[in-house]
């Protein structure tokens, strides 16, 4: 837009500086004429005055015969500029009329969903909340977490499948608000802002369920808006099916929140170029201790089990109910849902490697290390 603003400009300067320069020859040939004697008041040399006006006409005509080409370049340039931006506006009024019909239609359908449980009545988002929280009551850990995985989408399949008629309604409404949003707004910042309005409308619960539907044949066509647009990063790592087993532990959602943010900071950490991160929990209970390089990522996490800190709710509260073989299993489980299922990865990369490992250093202070690495050397996909 700045060029083409430059280009008018530089245009019209142009078109002035030959207006100018023509009526400068003008003037400086009739004073010539004036001069010499050739016209005055009285009388003017007909022959004298038909050859300086030739001249002037040759070369003042052909200035102007120039400038007016350009402004008329220039008007035709501005109305196209008018004629395109009224075709934008025009475009932007016909998506957002779709892409908030299609929002309120999305709303309808998650208002339809009901469920019935002992004479209590589950509306809305309430019912994905309750059916999240049945699902997770049948889920039992089985000590591995691709083995969890596989587990927890079967369940949602179940789930899936017993609801098929309205959930595959729900889905295909919000794959059809994507798919608009992807083929009809170019411009990444416009196009951000209304992936942040559709997301803002999604439930935690709805995360949850939004996350395993893309693993399954359901949810194939979906998966790359989830990826691209990574719609469910503020689902909370302990309300992942995988990792339900540590928010039992903690049976506490406020201690959930906390240990999740701990976490959410190392993700945050690893998307920068940076290559060290320090930082402690509960008044130097817990220090992480993070180094990474190009073909690996290494953790230290040292508990010092003496350290006090106030009882209120801070980052990281909740740690001192795990024990340190059930942080040491947290790390190794969170690196495989941040190394392959973000990225929907199904099957085991050979060449990524992880090492775990607890030392005593005293007997109420322990370091917990957790390494990964690139067998092959490649750089590890972030």
Same mark, same amino acid.
């Given at each position: *837009?700045?060029?083409?603003?430059?280009?008018?400009?530089?245009? $019209? /300067?142009?078109?002035?500086?030959? /207006?100018?320069?023509?009526?400068? @020859?003008?003037?400086?040939?009739?004073?010539?004429?004036?001069?010499?004697?050739?016209?005055?008041?009285?009388?003017?040399?007909?022959?004298?005055?038909?050859?300086?006006?030739?001249? @002037?006409?040759? &070369?003042?005509?052909?200035?102007?015969?120039?400038?007016?080409?350009?402004?008329?370049?220039?008007?035709?340039?501005?109305?196209?500029?008018?004629?395109?931006?009224?075709?934008?506006?025009?475009? /932007?009024?016909?998506?957002?009329?779709?892409?908030?019909?299609?929002?309120?239609?999305?709303?309808?359908?998650?208002?339809?969903?009901?469920?019935?449980?002992?004479?209590?009545? =589950?509306?809305?988002?309430?019912?994905?909340?309750?059916?999240?929280?049945?699902?997770?009551?049948?889920? @039992?850990?089985?000590?591995?977490?691709?083995?969890?995985?596989?587990?927890?989408?079967?369940?949602?399949?179940?789930?899936? !499948?017993?609801?098929?008629? !309205?959930?595959?309604? =729900?889905?295909?409404?919000?794959?059809?608000?994507?798919?608009?949003?992807?083929?009809? $707004?170019?411009?990444?910042?416009?196009?951000?802002?209304?992936?942040?309005?559709?997301?803002?409308?999604?439930?935690?619960?709805?995360?949850?369920?939004?996350?395993?539907?893309?693993?399954?044949?359901?949810?194939?066509?979906?998966?790359?808006? !989830?990826?691209?647009?990574?719609?469910?990063?503020?689902?909370?790592?302990?309300?992942? *099916?995988?990792?339900?087993?540590?928010?039992?532990?903690?049976?506490?959602?406020?201690?959930?929140?906390?240990?999740?943010?701990?976490?959410?900071?190392?993700?945050?950490?690893?998307?920068?170029?940076?290559?060290?991160? =320090?930082?402690?929990?509960?008044?130097? *209970?817990?220090?992480?201790?993070?180094?990474?390089?190009?073909?690996?990522?290494?953790?230290?996490?040292?508990?010092?089990?003496?350290?006090?800190?106030?009882?209120?709710?801070?980052?990281?509260?909740?740690?001192?109910?795990?024990?340190?073989?059930? &942080?040491?299993?947290?790390?190794? =489980?969170?690196?495989?849902?941040?190394?392959?299922?973000?990225?929907?990865?199904?099957?085991?990369?050979?060449?990524?490697?992880?090492?775990?490992?607890?030392? /005593?250093?005293?007997?109420?202070?322990?370091?917990?290390?957790?390494?990964?690495?690139?067998?092959?050397?490649?750089?590890?996909?972030?």
């Amino acid at each position: *837009m700045n060029k083409k603003r430059s280009t008018a400009s530089l245009r $019209i /300067t142009f078109s002035i500086f030959l /207006t100018a320069l023509g009526a400068i @020859i003008f003037i400086l040939f009739i004073g010539e004429l004036a001069y010499e004697g050739w016209i005055n008041f009285y009388t003017i040399n007909s022959e004298r005055a038909g050859q300086t006006g030739d001249f @002037i006409g040759g &070369i003042v005509g052909s200035i102007f015969t120039i400038v007016g080409i350009v402004l008329l370049y220039e008007t035709l340039s501005l109305q196209r500029q008018e004629f395109i931006a009224s075709r934008k506006v025009f475009q /932007t009024q016909q998506f957002e009329n779709k892409y908030f019909s299609l929002i309120q239609l999305y709303n309808n359908i998650v208002n339809s969903f009901h469920l019935e449980i002992n004479n209590h009545s =589950y509306k809305g988002k309430e019912f994905f909340a309750k059916k999240k929280q049945i699902i997770l009551s049948t889920f @039992i850990p089985a000590n591995s977490y691709f083995k969890d995985q596989k587990q927890a989408i079967a369940l949602y399949s179940n789930f899936y !499948i017993a609801e098929r008629e !309205i959930l595959g309604q =729900y889905f295909r409404t919000l794959y059809r608000i994507f798919e608009l949003i992807e083929t009809t $707004i170019e411009d990444t910042e416009e196009k951000l802002s209304y992936i942040k309005i559709i997301r803002g409308q999604l439930s935690e619960s709805e995360l949850f369920f939004l996350k395993y539907n893309a693993w399954t044949t359901f949810g194939e066509k979906f998966r790359p808006y !989830i990826i691209n647009h990574n719609l469910v990063k503020h689902l909370p790592i302990l309300e992942r *099916m995988e990792f339900n087993q540590f928010k039992k532990q903690l049976n506490s959602e406020e201690k959930s929140s906390a240990v999740s943010l701990v976490f959410e900071e190392i993700n945050i950490f690893l998307k920068t170029k940076n290559t060290d991160y =320090y930082k402690t929990y509960l008044k130097g *209970m817990f220090a992480f201790k993070i180094t990474r390089a190009r073909e690996k990522v290494d953790i230290e996490i040292f508990r010092t089990n003496t350290a006090t800190f106030s009882n209120f709710l801070q980052e990281g509260y909740g740690l001192n109910n795990l024990s340190n073989k059930d &942080i040491e299993k947290l790390l190794k =489980y969170w690196f495989l849902e941040f190394f392959y299922s973000r990225h929907y990865i199904e099957n085991k990369n050979p060449n990524l490697k992880f090492k775990v490992d607890i030392q /005593t250093i005293s007997p109420t202070k322990f370091k917990i290390i957790c390494n990964i690495y690139s067998s092959d050397g490649f750089e590890l996909a972030i």
